[in-house]
């Protein structure tokens, strides 16, 4: 008897350590619509946003002291309902919502869980998943530009070889510092194209920046290049025991053009959107942006920057998300 309870504990123990290796997703309501539109199936128990949020903190903490590996994704209520209707499925039901963000929201943008607080985790969550929509909507853009009817090369590829470029050059130009960029491309409507990067240009001239962001910060200025769109850079430089500098450039015809002091300083002491102005903020410096060196004149240098940066446009866009099962909401 004693060996058949020795055998049962060890299948139990090996049971936990797969279930350690298993796995899973969860899928959030990070917001008070989001939530209340979830609100009206009779099977969601929560009452109120706040709760939810606790109990979805507690359930993170517990798979983390399980040693599971667990994604974050966030849970559309319209895409379950789209879901639920094509796959035929009650939405009210806690096996159709499990269903969905094992099938749907682990396959959408997502990040991994490491124990940080629900404050922090959900705009970094909501951060990737705009940050993701603006990669894929600045894609598409260059992806639709086609081939050059003159000379037949790929519009968007050699868009996002030039930008790559320009990036270099312009955090190189600026030198060392903390470099915090935003570049803005118009887009149909009202609502401009987007992308945030930090930049770290040491004393050692080497660069660090983060990968996906630095994606996402090409493609959209590939995309105001490949169409010819209205945009611009505007770059925020930290040292420190100094002054904080602003400068800008502009995208026109196919390159970042330098603004001057006064068009920096119009630009950001100006509210986007009413156009009134507003105060400068103290502390900071407003420059012109540093001219670029022009591609014709790089030499071997830039045809070696060229050669990068195709070759990255390429690994780029080979680049795939993993999906992840077992989901709850």
């Known amino acids: ?105 682990a396959a959408a943008t997502k990040i991994t869980y490491e124990g940080q607080p629900m404050g922090r985790l959900l705009p970094q969550l909501i951060d990737a998943t705009e940050q993701q929509a603006t990669w894929e909507y600045a894609s598409s853009l260059l992806t639709a530009g086609g081939d050059c009817a003159s000379c037949g090369e790929d519009i968007g590829r050699a868009a996002f070889a030039r930008a790559t470029r320009a990036l270099r050059r312009l955090v190189r130009a600026v030198g060392p510092g903390s470099h915090h ?73 196919g390159r970042l053009r330098p603004l001057t002091e006064a068009e920096v300083f119009a630009a950001y002491c100006t509210d986007a959107r009413t156009g009134e102005p507003v105060p400068p903020e103290p502390g900071v410096d407003y420059r012109g942006g540093l001219p670029l060196p022009e591609e014709e004149d790089t030499g071997e240098e830039g045809a070696e920057e060229d050669a990068r940066a195709e070759e990255e446009a390429a690994e780029e866009e080979e680049t795939e998300g993993e999906a992840e099962g077992g989901g709850k909401v």
Not at 14 to 38: I, N, W
Not at 216 to 228: K, N, P, Q
């Open 1 to 105: 008897m004693a060996h058949h309870r020795n055998g049962g504990k060890r299948q139990m123990t090996a049971r936990r350590v797969l279930r350690r290796e298993v796995p899973s997703t969860v899928a959030v309501l990070a917001d008070e619509a989001d939530f209340t539109a979830m609100s009206r199936y009779t099977t969601f128990v929560f009452d109120d946003h706040a709760t939810y949020l606790r109990q979805m903190e507690g359930l993170l903490r517990t798979l983390a002291r399980q040693g599971t590996h667990t994604s974050v994704a966030l849970f559309d209520p319209v895409g379950y309902e789209e879901f639920c209707a094509d796959s035929h499925v009650d939405p009210d039901s806690p096996a159709s919502r499990t269903r969905y963000t094992a099938e749907v929201a």
């Open 181 to 253: 960029l935003v570049c803005s491309v118009s887009a149909e409507g009202d609502v401009p194209l987007v992308a945030v990067l930090h930049a770290e240009h040491r004393d050692d001239g080497l660069l660090h920046l983060g990968e996906a962001a630095a994606l996402v910060f090409c493609t959209v200025l590939a995309a105001g290049i490949a169409a010819d769109r209205p945009g611009g850079v505007v770059l925020r430089t930290t040292l420190p025991g100094r002054r904080d500098t602003v400068r800008g450039w502009t995208v026109r015809d």
